[in-house]
Each structure stands twice: as C-alpha cells, then as structure tokens.
C-alpha cells in the first residue's frame, strides 16, 4: 500500500505480499553467503536490503581473514587449535568454546572455498595466500587482498549469487517481522523508491544487517550501519545477547573516523604519542602494537586523557619505516585514504588516529547453528551472537564469522525448511495495512521535535557514557538520557512530503531503532560490575569470574521493559586464565 | 559556500535546481555537505550514500561537471588544479544552468541512466550491462585441494580491475554512452578483461570474445574518460585497447572496423 502522507488510513487495498522460501535480510558477506548456500540446494531465496548489496558495510572490512593455512614460514606450524585459543583469549574467555572451534576450524576451507570462486587473493613469493601478522594471534594468520579484503569477497560473492537467481529487492527497508502461532511468518517492508509497502510470507527469515556502529559518535562503520536486524528481533521478542560489548578500533583516522586497518601495524607501523614516545611498551611490551584491539584503544585513550595525545585527541601511527614500495603493495587503500580524507601521505608522515566503535559483539542471540529461540527466525554475521567472539574480537575474524556462520545458518535452514510453515498470507496482509496506518500517522504528529537532534544526543550520550572506559554513576546518567530520547521519539514526527526516496522517513525508523539498541547497550554495560575485553569499568577494573564469567541475555518483557538475565558460557577445550600480553 | 543542486521528482515537468548555502569546515566533503543541507535546511533532498569512504561507490554524480564520489570529493579542493579533470565533451556536460564555479559547488546526478529523484539514477541498466559480460569466475578443473597457485605479479596485474567499486562514475563520464544504448560501458568490459587475464579460469582466452561486436570493446572511441574520472585507478581504456589488440592478432586479415590507433602508449592508466 502507498504511504503518502496525504493518503487517507486504507484498509481497502490489498497489499502486494512477495513469496519466498527463505527471504534474508540485508545482503553483505553473511547473506551472500548464506544465499548462496541456500539457493545452490534448490530454495527459493530472496536478499531484502536498504542498500545495493555491493553497498554493504563487508565492502569496506580492510585487514583480512583468519585462517590456519599455515601459508607463512613460521618454526612452528599453525593449526586450528591455535587460532581457537587465541581467539578464546582474545575473546576474554567469553566467546562459547564450541562455537570458536566450529568457526576455526571451517576457516581455512571457508577462505579457499572464496579464492575458488574467484576472489583474489595477496600472493607470498611462494604464489600461496599470503597471511599477515594481526593483534592478538601466534600466527601470521590472517589472509588479505592487500587493504580491500571485504570488497574483494563481497564482490566475489554478489557475482556468483546474482547468476544464480537469487531475487533481490534493493532499497527495501524492513519495517517489523511478522509473527502468527508463535513463529515468524515473514515481514513488512517499505520500498523506498515508490513509498509504497509491502509484506514478504516466507517460510525462514534470516537477518544479516550487520552492526550498529552509528549510535556512537565516532564510528569506522558505514553510515547505514544502525542495528536495524536488532532492532526488528527485539520488537518480535527474540533475544539480544551481550549487547556491552562494543569494539573501539584502536586506530581510525582523526576527524572522520575512517578505519586505518590492523594491518599497518601488522606490516610494522608504530604508534607514538606527542613525546615520540612508543607507548605500547608501557602496556603490552610483549606484544607492543599487536596487542588485541581492546588493550590498544584503552593504552591511547589512556594516553590522550593523561595528556600524552596531540591537541584534539589523537595519537600517531607511523608507517614511514615501511617505505613507499611495501605501503604500495600492501596498504594502498590506507594510503589513499590519508591522501584524500586527511591531507597527509603516511609513506612520509605520520598518521593522526584515534578509537573509534568499530564492531558490536554481542547481538541478536542465536545457538551454534543460527536459530533464535523464535522457530523460523534465524541471524548470522555482526547482527548475531554466537558468540565467538566474547568479550573482545580478533582483527580477521568478523569476516571468518560472517563466511562460515553464513554457510551454517544456511545449512540449519535447509534442514529445517519442511517443518515450517508460516500459514496464509493475510497474517502478512494486515500486518501490512497495520505498518502502512503507523507510518502515515508519522507524517502527522504535531511535535516541533527534531528527530537529527535526537539522533546526535544519543551518539554524544553512547560515546560520553558507553565508551572506551565506564563507570556505573555515569552509565546510571547515560541511561536517564537514553530513556528520555526514548520518550522524543515516540513524539517526533516526519516532515510532510510524498514518500518516494523519502529520507526523513528511513532515518526515522533508523533513528527509533538505534535509541532502542542504545538502550541495550546500557541496561547490559550496567549489570556487568566487572571488566572483561572491551568493558572496561574504572569502578570494576578487575575481571570476575566468580560472578560474570556468564553471557548477558536481554528479554523483552510483554510491556516493552528489557530485563537483563545471564546464559552459560560454553566452556571445556582451554581453561579459563588470566589474560596478559 | 554555496550548492546549486539539480532537483527532480518523478511528475515534474522539468528539473529545476536549488541553491543552499552551507559554512564549509576544512575537509568538508560534498557528501557531508549534502548531508547537512538535507537535515538542516531541505529534508526533502534525496541522494544515495552508505561508507563515506570512497569503498562502497553508492554516492557518484556529477560534481562541477565530472563524475565523482560525493564522500571523497573535498569542497574546497574542487577548483584546486591538481583537481580539474579534463573529460571529452558529451551533453551532460554542457551548460544546463548558469553556475559560478568560483563561489558555487554544481551537483547534479550521476549522466545516462535514467532519474528517479534528485540525485538518484536508477543504476539497474548499469548492472544489466555488468551481467551481460557474465562476471562471474569460471575455474579450471579439477579445483586444487588447496588455493590456485598465483604469482604475485598475475595478482598486481588482477588488482587494478578488481579494485573497481562499481560506482558507475566512468559510464556517467563516457561520450559513448551518452548515445550508444547497446554498449556496455568501461566499468562492464574492464570486468570482462578482469577475468580474461585471470591465470586461474578455465578458458581464459576465450573470455573476450563476449564483447567482441560492433557495440562491444569496437564501439570504445578512447576519449579515456573513464580512467580520468574512476575513484579507484581502474584504467578501462586499456583493458579496452589490450583486448582489441588481442582480438587483431587472433585474427590477421580478418577486417575490423579500425577506430584509428588504440593508442595504448598514452593510455598508461
């Protein structure tokens, strides 16, 4: 049905209702992946993205893939086990043992299954895959295409879903899942290039929307990366899972908070602060800058609140040691970006950088094979928890995440297909005419409220309250300013116009989703009075095991009111230690 | 500084354009500056965007009458010299409303594809074209156990067309397209070359013979358009030029309709 402002609430219409076996929600590597999967056993597939899937914020992932390939010439030999242990250690000793095992050990044939389809690869002088060293592994293990690994996997990806008759609907926003008896049935969607919306019956519905970055202030992530799978498994009931964790990237480049990847100092650059002081040997002087992102974004925030940063808050990554042919080979993009976005060309000068959000750990909840607790809801990739990656994530295993978790998610759908049925359409079509009235209503309300404003309080909020460092009075004041934000948007309107490629009307229903996946964030960050990976509590800065060696699980209640409650951590293949570097 | 914008909905008799003015900060992109104009002044401007960081291609359009990326297009560099792009005329480039480059930043919407609002095209005949060359990876067999052994130099020589972000910035700048609706466009054929080099594919040899027609890789005039204005140093005119010399020595004699020199030494890319 249309949704022009002007239009009267229908319910004469009938609403055009697409059909699918499985529609997948947003189409980065997760939901390639998982179409792919899907639609090469025969399955009706359909991608619903807000975006052109090559759009996607996979495009711009820079480091590379962790994989055991054993590719470098080390005295020992990788294995999967490794990359499991560091990753657990990485992880905080939060992420589910068995889940990290699954996911390291698909991942050497995860990367070459891409490179056989064509994706290329950095080569070592051998002509292997080359795999580079990375923040917190053992290994030179992560695999790369110099500094465009998530662009040369996406695109790899979409050329071999698009000739396999994958349907996509490109710039549909998904406005709410549908549930009928207890399961989901499908969802509603506004076609933002005629305004009108639509419904999708399907028997499976997974999300892949990727992570919620824009809630903070500074943030590497793509501008249309608002948690908005979240957000629509939080409205129909489904789960969030440790929702505190949230990954600061150590160094993003100061001013627009573009990702200067990993990799720069896994090829050797250093960070200094305003003394030309190396200061990473004050607080990981074994592992220096290739410690885990969580200990190098608390060491430079450390350094710029004691007054060791330059004036307006950064510190330098140098790269000038590494001389033009290497940064030309390996980092090119990063080269390219400092050029045009900072004015500075790091092959003869340092480069200002910065924390920034850069990844969300926790997620929807989902077990070792992709279901939500909801039958025919299923989530995969940064919108998911498994979780592998616990309290802190390893640079190059999002992109490992989203491959294997992609192909898995699909295979447990598979299997499940003929036990679900998500009844008839009108399920659908009411919900439908029901979305439709709710946003015609927007169009009307009578509050001077502006939502941009909103939406800028709530990132200066995350970043002042939720950010690198926490304490529980300020938390306690973040979340009364969340709440309140809460109660604005449930007043403020969207401006009068017809709604094709309607903008104030998309961020609208971004901008309600991020306060409420703020909202998660808090209530999660509040109960957990420990420190763990990328929770760093000044009140609590020592880790509890005896208390929160446990996953937070955020229920909505009947009313709307989110109450935090815990779930096991798998544990059982390394035990449980003090982490130092 | 100022922003004539080409405004347009779908109904309009005509587009019309809108002037904003917007204080620039220092580094301040034409995407950030869209931004602010939308949420500030006119939330009823619509453009597309996603990474702000030249990776995704979502925001091309024509800016001061070049193609470019919005988020990586600086406003105060844009009358810089080093970067004046100098492109072979076609239409979209002439005058189509009296603007002052000195004080005005023009932006109008992405050339021959057609408008849907503002500065959105609809990309769909773009990507028609990019399927229509089959780009997908077609690998020897058997498959290795392992990855294809590659050697670094095949994968330098790859990277330059796999770096294309398919933001459409060198079909919006291509005289060619601006008048022949049957050719693919730079962007299409320097993914086509893409996999005819790729030392992995099965056939590789074969693979250029997919364009090899009147609107194909013969229909390219190499004005070289698409290398000058291509955000991400894709140089499609030499793919171009590589395959139709390739072509010519697969068959001597055979008569080609011969556009003149391929001029394959100042095509350095």
Sequence with gaps: MTVQPDAPPSTAVIPVIHRHELIIIGGGLAGLRAAYEAVSSGINVAVISKVHPLRSHSVAAQGGINAALGNADTTTHDSWEAHAFDTVKGSDYLADQDAVATMCREAPAAVVELEHMGTVFSRDDAGHIAQRPFGGAGYPRTCYAADRTGHNLLHTLYQQVTVKGVTFYEEYFVTSLVTAGGACAGCTALCIQDGTIVGFLAKATLLATGGFGRIYERSTNALINTGDGLHLALEAAAPLKDMEFVQFHPTSLYGTNILITEGARGEGAVLLNKNGERFMKNYAPGAMELAPRDVVARAIETEIREGRGFPGGFVHLDLTSLGEPLINDRLPGIRQIAIDFAGIDPVTTPVPVQPAQHYSMGGIDVDVSGRTPLPGLYAAGECACVSVHGANRLGGNSLLDTLVFGKITAQTIIGDLPDLDPGGASVIEKAVVEEGNRIISLFHRGSEDNMYQIRDTLKKTMMDHFGVYRDGPSMDAGLIEILSLRDRCQQVGVPLMQTPYNLPLVHFLEITGMVRIAETVARCAIARNESRGSHARKDYPLRDDDHFLHHSLLVPDGDGTLKVRTSPVSLGMFPVKERVY | MKFRVFRYTQGDDAPHYD???????????????????????????????????????????????????????????????????????????????????????????????????????????????????????????????????????????????????????????????????????????????????????????????????????????????????????????????????????????????????????????
Excluded at chain 2, 21 to 49: H, K, N, W, Y
Excluded at chain 2, 61 to 77: D, E
Excluded at chain 2, 243 to 256: H, I, S
């Design chain 2, 19 to 269: 002037v904003f003015e917007t204080c620039g900060v220092p580094g301040m992109s034409v995407l950030a500056a869209l931004t602010t104009i939308q949420e500030q002044q006119d939330p009823g401007l619509s453009f597309r965007s996603s990474c702000r960081g030249a990776v995704c291609g979502a925001c091309a359009m024509l800016i001061n009458k070049v193609p470019r990326l919005a988020c990586r297009s600086q406003v105060t560099g844009l009358t810089d010299k080093k970067n004046l792009v100098h492109l072979s005329p076609y239409p979209a480039l002439e005058v189509t409303t009296p603007w002052d480059p000195a004080t005005e930043v023009l932006v109008e919407p992405l050339p021959h594809l057609p408008l849907l609002k503002d500065l959105v095209v609809d990309m769909t005949a773009f990507f028609d074209f990019l399927q229509s060359v089959d780009p997908v990876f077609h690998p020897r067999e058997p498959l290795p156990g392992k990855e294809f052994h590659m050697e670094p130099d095949a994968v330098r020589k790859l990277e330059r067309f796999t770096n294309c972000v398919l933001c459409g910035a060198c079909f919006g700048a291509c005289p060619v397209n601006s008048r022949n609706p049957k050719y693919p466009g730079p962007a299409a054929l320097a993914t086509l070359y893409r996999f005819h080099i790729d030392p992995r594919e099965h056939d590789p040899g074969s693979r250029i013979l997919a364009a090899d027609t009147e609107s194909g890789w013969w229909a390219c005039e190499f004005h070289t358009n698409c290398t000058r204005v291509c955000p991400k140093g894709v140089p499609p005119a030499y793919a171009i030029g590589r395959a139709r010399n390739e072509l010519k020595q697969k068959r001597p004699g055979q008569p080609t309709r011969d556009l003149g020199d391929d001029g394959l030494s100042d095509i350095s890319g």
